[in-house]
C-alpha cells in the first residue's frame, strides 16, 4: 500500500476487555516495530518483527500484551484484560531494510486506545 | 541504558528564523539517529537518518548534524515558516544485535505568522 496503515484510529474498552490492534505494513517491507505512546511523551518500543520472527519483545510491558506477525506481513497486537494505565496511542512503524543501510521508518497514524 | 534527552520541550519563534533543536544520548555507542516530526494526532514522519559513520544530513531546510563522541544532535531549521509547527522527536538505535529506536520525549516548535 501507499503508506502503513493501522485499524481501528480509535478504540474504546471497558476494563477487563480484550482488544485487537492491526498494523498493515507497507507492501515488502521487512522490519515492522509497534510502540507505545503517552500523552506528552515520546514512543516507547513495545516489540520488532523481522518478517515473521519476533526478534524483540522486550519492551511488552506484561504477559498481558501479545503481539504476532504470522505471514510476515499483517501484524496484531492483542491486549488482554485492559487496565487504565494500558490508555495510550499504539503506532506501528515499518522499514524496508533488516539491517544496515537505509533503516527509515514509516509509521502509521497509531491507534488511540482509551479503557474505562 | 539508553537515555535521550531533548532540549527546549517547547519553542515558540516568529516567522522566518533559524532555529536549532537538541538531541542528547547517554551511549555513544548508537548505530545511526533519525530526526521525526509529528502533528497532532498523526503518526511520525522521519525527516533525516544519520548513521553513526556520518556527521551530518540535509534535506531542503533541514540539515541535522551528529557529534557520537559528546552524545549530541542537532536540527536546524533555516527560515522557520507556520507550517514547520509540530513536535520534532530524536530517536537513537543502538549497536548491532538490537533492533529497537529510544525517543526522546520531543520540542514542540510552534512558528508564529
Known amino acids: 500500500g501507499a503508506g502503513v496503515s493501522q485499524s481501528p484510529r480509535y478504540k474504546v474498552a471497558k476494563r477487563g476487555q480484550d482488544v485487537a490492534l492491526r498494523c498493515d505494513p507497507i507492501?515488502?517491507?521487512?522490519?515492522l516495530f509497534w510502540y507505545q505512546q503517552a500523552l506528552g511523551q515520546g514512543p516507547e518500543f513495545l516489540t520488532y518483527?523481522?518478517?515473521?520472527?519476533?526478534?524483540?519483545k522486550s519492551g511488552l510491558p506484561s504477559d498481558r500484551f501479545f503481539a504476532e506477525r504470522p505471514e510476515g506481513s499483517v501484524s496484531t497486537l492483542k491486549i488482554q484484560r485492559t487496565q487504565q494505565e494500558d490508555s495510550a496511542v499504539y503506532l506501528c512503524?515499518?522499514?524496508?531494510?533488516?539491517?544496515?543501510?537505509?533503516?527509515?521508518?514509516?509509521f502509521g497514524s497509531g491507534t488511540q486506545l482509551s479503557v474505562l | 541504558k539508553q537515555e535521550v534527552t531533548q532540549i527546549p520541550a517547547a519553542l515558540s519563534v516568529p516567522e522566518g528564523e533559524n532555529l536549532v533543536l537538541n538531541c542528547s544520548f547517554t551511549?555513544?555507542?548508537?548505530?545511526?539517529l533519525q530526526w521525526f516530526r509529528q502533528d497532532p494526532g498523526k503518526g511520525l514522519t522521519s525527516l533525516l537518518l544519520?548513521?553513526?559513520?556520518?556527521r551530518e544530513q540535509t534535506s531542503g531546510r533541514l540539515n541535522a548534524s551528529l557529534d557520537k563522541s559528546s552524545g549530541r544532535s542537532t536540527l536546524y531549521i533555516a527560515a522557520s515558516q507556520p507550517g514547520d509547527s509540530a513536535t520534532y522527536l530524536c530517536?537513537?538505535?543502538?549497536?548491532?544485535?538490537?533492533?529497537?529506536?529510544?525517543f526522546g520525549t520531543g520540542t514542540r516548535l510552534k512558528v508564529l505568522a
Open positions: 512503524a515499518s522499514s524496508a531494510f533488516r539491517t544496515g543501510g537505509n533503516e527509515k521508518l514509516f
Open positions: 551511549d555513544s555507542a548508537i548505530y545511526n
Open positions: 544519520i548513521q553513526s559513520s556520518q
Open positions: 530517536a537513537v538505535r543502538g549497536r548491532s544485535g538490537t533492533y529497537k529506536y529510544i
Open positions: 507492501s515488502g517491507h521487512v522490519s
Open positions: 518483527f523481522q518478517n515473521e520472527a519476533q526478534l524483540d
